[in-house]
């Protein structure tokens, strides 16, 4: 067993670096984005704008914000479906500092303080008392947008100084947006901590094999607990981003958001009974649903038609490697 | 059709089914190239090999599971091929699988009758008359428990009745057995050899598979011998001898005889004072010295895993003590545990060994992340160097460090394990079953191997149901019973006999007074 004389040498890797990327799913998203692109510009005169461009960019970069924290909570095999409510309870917190005369510093901090303590509130459901996290996080979607029914009924909380405004109406430098800043770092933020940590290789393990992780000496419910607070984060971010840009707070902010947030993670290759996805793929599944959105916007497509358009996206996107190797295997039978 | 003739194989009686030639490509290795195999009416044929030498691969191809990309496979003479697991049972062909699944939900006749239940003149299942022919099965076998139970109910050596009067309820002429005394007890294996015995005078074809060579020994008519996914030789058990047939095996003579060990045998590293736990175990104390093999032995349910998996840190005890070189440490997790230099080579492989899913290099470095890694960041270059050092020396076969480890052998994935756990450089490696359902070749280079560990310093606590392991390899034996110690052996006092007595909780020595 050990040194033998003909002890085997085991390479390390089979395939070479280009080969895999050539194959990955993240390759297949970027030939749709691209292809969604030339075709946005052959349908819509108006498409190839800078300004329209950067419009374009709101219809995607708060809920990508929360889609890379997602990612990391799908592959670890949980999931948070009261990230939209989480938006509007932390929108609700702002409005009502905002009533008691708090500056701009303040809502910031009391945005991404709410946030926080619901993913801390859902982390201790899942983590602590072992509760499934799909059954827990519908329970806080209905309780956290409750409250802010409760607070605010049909009023709505407007008035938001003009530095608040910045987060949401921004711009950095000619037609790039403070929240296309926001986005690009924490992509990166994520895309490191997933790829390059000790955390992130822990959460695949987790998402892998739960029992194997813990077996292995992982702090399986610390982890978790920590990526449920860094979604609740998120959505707070989210929740400072959306209340800045919309300039007021209505209980129904947000509303159904959480769904496209997942979309936009299933889309990236996240495989959601965990394990696998990466950061790369979440912004590219993030382009994607941008660019269907304003380009079927452009042509004057009705809201719900369109979400009919993202639903036939991600099956279709998802079904189109499974229906690739079914025709592969047949054939060769 | 009787006009074939066969090499090797006396034509005594015409085979239920015969594969031929039969030949199965993965992307990566060759599983079956031309292998034959025979099964006769009213014969029992132990399927022999090593771990990886195409036995699984044959029985899923037999059950339909797999379809063989070339060869033949015959019943009653006649070419048949199978495109689906239906079409393997409707030619009479079941198997009960080394994890076979089952309902937890159901009662024992709905397991058994799941797809295939008598319907009623509406298409409804008959109730009544599944639980009538439910029960004429379990009488047959023997089982002691009513149709009515609820499957979640059961101990495992009644799921595995429930399991057999499952592959019997389809009216099979060929029965596979797939590692079917691997969880029984010793009382449970003596009862599934009267089953067998059973089946053979009901004319069936059984396909025996088993690593355990008194069981083949003592059950088959026949053998047929795979190694690395080649057909080696088949014949009569009459006419082999042990020793020929595991030179057949491993293609080189295994010395059975268990390695020297130098005892160089050091001060204490760990005690355990007063463990408690308010249903598993109870009041475990000892210590562990340095360079030491300990043995746990006991019977199936005695507490010895429960007790291990408290010491990892995976349940906690009520109360009790460790200490690690003299200190006392708290453990309340698995990374404690490996914190302090105490790692868990967990029995069950799949779930809780090994990571699949995640690359052979990353399940080896897991736990050693924070030496591979700085500041909290990966450092690639540095995990291969030390997944490739762990891998050489336990000899890994794979085609690269990057591949998933779930396409690894399950001698190989427990290797990636042990790798895994040496990389910490831990004090104590408690090993559970560590070769169980490994095959003979593996199993001696695992005893050489853990030799070798304590000669370096190591301490071991190695769980293990099979005595010649125990008494071979344990420099001291502790005998659980009933989740407490019960006998604390060494030296002349360590015989198969006295193990046994103390595990079974018999005080005389008088033969045959398990019950």
Known sequence: ?333 | MTTRTLPHVSPDVTPVVSMDMITKTFPVVKALDEVRLDLYPGQVTALVGENGAGKSTTVKILTGIYIPDGGTIRIDGDPISFNRPNDAANAGITAIHQETVLFDELSVAENIYIGHAPRTRFGLIDKAEMHRAAVKLLGEIGAPFSSHTQLRDLGIANKHLVAIARALSVDARVVIMDEPTAALSHKEIEELYELVEALKSQGKAILFISHKFDEIFRIADRYTVFRDGAFVGDGKIADISEAELVTMMVGRSVDQIYPERAHDIGEEVLKVVGYDHPTEFADISFDLKRGEILGFYGLVGAGRSEFMQALFGITKPSKGVCRVNGDIKVIRSPADAVGNGIVYVPEDRGKQGAIIGLPIFQNITLPSLGKTSRKGFLKLAEEFKLAREYSQRLDLRAAALDQDVGNLSGGNQQKVVIAKWLATQPQVIILDEPTKGIDIGSKAAVHEFMAELAAQGLSVIMVSSEIPEVIGMSDRVIVMRDGRIAAELVGHDLTPETLVRHAAGITKSTKGAAA
């Open chain 1, 1 to 333: 067993m050990i040194n033998t004389a003909q002890t085997r040498h085991v390479p390390d890797r089979l395939n070479s670096r280009a080969a895999r990327l050539f194959k990955s799913w993240e390759a297949l998203l970027l030939a749709v984005a691209i292809a969604i692109f030339v075709i946005n510009s052959f349908a819509s005169p108006y498409f190839l704008s800078a300004w329209n461009l950067s419009d374009a960019t709101f219809n995607f970069t708060e809920k990508a914000m929360i889609a890379f924290a997602m990612a990391l909570l799908i592959i670890s095999g949980e999931i948070d479906l009261s990230v939209a409510s989480i938006i509007a309870l932390s929108s609700t917190a702002i409005g009502l500092a905002l009533q008691f005369g708090a500056g701009t510093p303040e809502l910031v901090i009391i945005g991404l303080t709410v946030g926080l303590l619901c993913g801390a509130f859902n982390g201790f459901f899942v983590t602590v008392l072992g509760l499934p996290s799909i059954v827990v996080t519908i329970g806080t979607m209905s309780l956290f947008r409750g409250i802010s029914f409760i607070i605010l009924g049909d009023d709505a909380f407007r008035g938001y100084p003009p530095s608040f405004s910045w987060f949401g109406q921004g711009y950095i430098y000619w037609v790039f947006t403070v929240e296309m800043l926001l986005f690009v770092i924490i992509a990166v933020i994520y895309g490191v901590l997933l790829h390059k940590t000790n955390f992130g290789r822990a959460v695949y393990a987790i998402g892998n094999n739960p029992t194997g992780a813990l077996f292995s000496g992982i702090r399986v419910a610390r982890v978790k607990f920590v990526l449920f607070l860094l979604t609740g984060l998120m959505s707070g971010v989210a929740a400072i981003c959306l209340t800045s840009r919309l300039g007021s707070t209505r209980p129904s902010i947000a509303t159904g958001m959480e769904l496209e947030v997942v979309t936009m993670v299933v889309l990236g290759g996240v495989n959601i009974l965990g394990g696998s996805g990466t950061i790369p793929g979440v912004v590219i599944a993030a382009f994607v649903m941008g660019l269907v959105t304003f380009g079927l916007g452009l042509l004057n497509v009705p809201g719900i038609v369109m979400s009919i358009f993202i639903g036939l996206l991600l099956i279709g996107v998802i079904a189109l490697p499974r229906l690739w190797a079914m025709a592969a295997t047949r054939r060769k039978a």
